[in-house]
């Protein structure tokens, strides 16, 4: 029998729902059950692929391809289990595909409308692909009191009910603010919130209280009688030191007991979480510290690189160490001989992007990592651009460039129409559509014998996940390899080049997929960990 858990937010924004979420999966299979997360999106965009990072952070990918919300990250990151095209749905997707219904005649003259239309198609988003799971976990993106989430709530009120709470559970999120003026923590805020969930006629089984020191007994009591909760399934959450720490925290509240609980399963046997608890301490008593410097162009906004982010602290862990991240944007180095800032640092990360602005400051961050000898990892943009460096200054192709920048002489970098997936070719037109025209998803790699990257992986055949319009010119191997560079990787057919390294350089590669996306903490990607090793090493020499 699958059992549904409904997450949603109260009160603002930015709480950790997604964190929250990931947490309560990951403590449920740690109790042996199968779980599968998904997130519902208010908005209108079709999926967050078109959107800005600065507004919405990282697009997380999947396996198959779909351009989706970062929570989804945060879902694989703590359960293990790979996302896929079904476990993301935004307010636009499910409207396309209403609308493109009606327009085929399929409502049969009906008057199509929000209930039951677009909430029946909701619903049908929620139930799909669950068969054999034990839970589904199902968060809804935004604030309740958000005009945009109501057919959301009602879709899931409509769960409910006829799922009946044997099937069904209610978990919402909210923020017990502590008024220093008043020397206290506020419950009102939870109290209006739950009201307003009340008003969409859903009746939240547990509250999950977000709170920056710990909730007094009597206060958790107020809580429950007011919200009509009882007052074990009112769940503080207080803010921790590492996102790491949140299973067991949210464990020793009791989040994973009345869960089971109300679903009337047995909870007295206590889970093992020694495998979060190992990671924890590393993370709280390191052995050392290693400076990355990642240079690239959202650096104002981490949340663009979220995964990124998480990849090198794994990185980190695998090594014992912790990875103090300079962020830093690659414009400043335009100026005469700024890139000298990097000295000292023990690697040079140079992420993915898109657009010319900032790249020649990329461009030289990448001259100064191979001329120094210090680790450099490119990632996708930055495999790219290591590529360009090369070009222009050692195979002596100054007119080298992507022609994502407009045309150029030599298009080291260029769009590639068509490419195979299996046994099918999949095509893009040069001037399409913006969303959802990148080869995108995983891809399969074959590394050379003998290479650095055959040494990391330990495996003659890689999977990675792409995103990107733009590929290595397999054209200008030769010229490229002459110089020294090697092009370790290719698609199996060996017309696209997935990865370049350095043979003479301490540990320098570029990929053109993001490795970032499939790194776990409790599997740290071999890659992140191979570089974060280099680092300590070089850590070791300045
Ligand atoms: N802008 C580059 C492309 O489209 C790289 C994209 C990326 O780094 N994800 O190919």
Redo the contacts with the bound molecule.
């Keep these: 029998m699958t059992r549904f858990v409904f997450i949603t937010g109260g009160v603002v924004s930015s709480l950790g729902k997604g964190i929250a979420s990931a947490a309560l999966g990951t403590l449920l299979q740690a109790r042996g059950y199968s779980v599968r997360l998904r997130k519902l999106d208010p908005y209108l965009n079709v999926d967050p692929g078109t959107m800005s990072p600065y507004q919405h952070g990282e697009v997380y990918v999947t396996d198959d391809g779909a351009e989706t919300d970062l929570d989804l990250g945060h879902y694989e990151r703590f359960t293990g289990v790979a996302a896929n095209k079904a476990d993301n749905a935004t307010t636009g997707k499910i409207y396309s595909e209403v609308i493109a219904k009606e327009r085929r005649g399929d409502y049969l003259g009906a008057t199509v409308q929000v209930i039951p239309h677009i909430t029946d198609a909701i619903k049908e988003v929620v139930l799909r692909q669950t068969e054999g799971l034990d839970f589904v976990l199902v968060e809804i993106g935004g604030t309740v009191g958000d005009i945009e989430s109501l057919p959301f709530l009602e879709a899931i009120r409509q769960l409910g009910n006829e799922l009946t709470p044997a099937r069904a559970m209610f978990l919402h999120l909210t923020l017990v603010p502590y008024i220093s003026s008043a020397g206290e923590l506020k419950t009102k805020p939870t109290q209006h919130s739950v009201k307003e969930l009340q008003n969409v006629g859903i009746q939240p089984n547990m509250l999950i209280c977000r709170c920056d020191r710990p909730i007094p007994e009597n206060e958790r009591r107020k809580i429950a009688s007011f919200c009509n909760v009882r007052t074990e399934a009112v769940i503080p959450a207080l803010d921790i030191d590492t996102i790491y720490a949140v299973p067991i925290s949210y464990h020793e509240a009791g989040m994973d007991r009345e869960v089971l609980r109300h679903f009337q399963l047995p909870f007295e046997d206590e889970p093992d979480l020694s495998h979060w608890q190992r990671i924890v301490d590393i993370a709280r008593q390191p052995e050392g510290t290693v400076r990355i410097a990642v240079v690239g162009k959202y650096t104002n906004l981490l949340d663009s690189y979220k995964s990124l982010a998480e990849a090198l602290t794994h990185g980190g862990i695998a090594n014992r160490v912790r990875v103090q991240l300079d962020w830093v944007d690659s414009e400043i180095f335009e100026q005469p001989n700024a890139v000298e800032q990097l000295d000292g640092v023990h690697g040079i990360l140079v992420p993915?992007?898109?657009g010319e602005r900032g790249t020649i400051g990329k461009i030289e961050a990448v001259r100064f990592a191979r001329e120094r000898k210090v680790p450099f990892f490119g990632i996708?943009?930055g495999m790219?651009m290591a590529v360009i460096e090369c070009a222009r200054n050692l195979a002596n192709l100054p007119g080298a460039s992507s022609t994502?920048f407009g045309p150029c002489d030599i298009p080291i970098v260029g769009l590639l129409t068509e490419w195979a997936r299996g046994n099918e070719i999949e095509r893009r037109a040069a001037g399409g559509n913006l969303g959802g025209t990148?080869r995108l998803g995983a891809f399969p790699a074959a590394l050379t014998e003998g290479s650095l990257v055959r040494e990391v992986y330990g495996a003659p055949q890689i999977q990675e996940r792409h995103?990107?319009?733009?590929e290595v010119n397999i054209h200008y191997r030769d010229q490229l390899e002459a110089t020294g560079l090697r092009f370790s990787g290719l698609s199996p057919d060996g017309v696209l080049p997935e990865i370049i390294e350095y043979p003479d350089h301490p540990w320098f590669i570029g990929v053109q997929y993001h490795p970032e996306l499939k790194s776990k903490p409790l599997a740290p990607h071999p890659l992140f960990e191979g570089f974060i090793a280099a680092a300590v090493k070089q850590s070791r020499l300045v």
């Design positions: 993915g992007g898109f996708c943009f790219q994502e990148m995103r990107h319009r733009y």
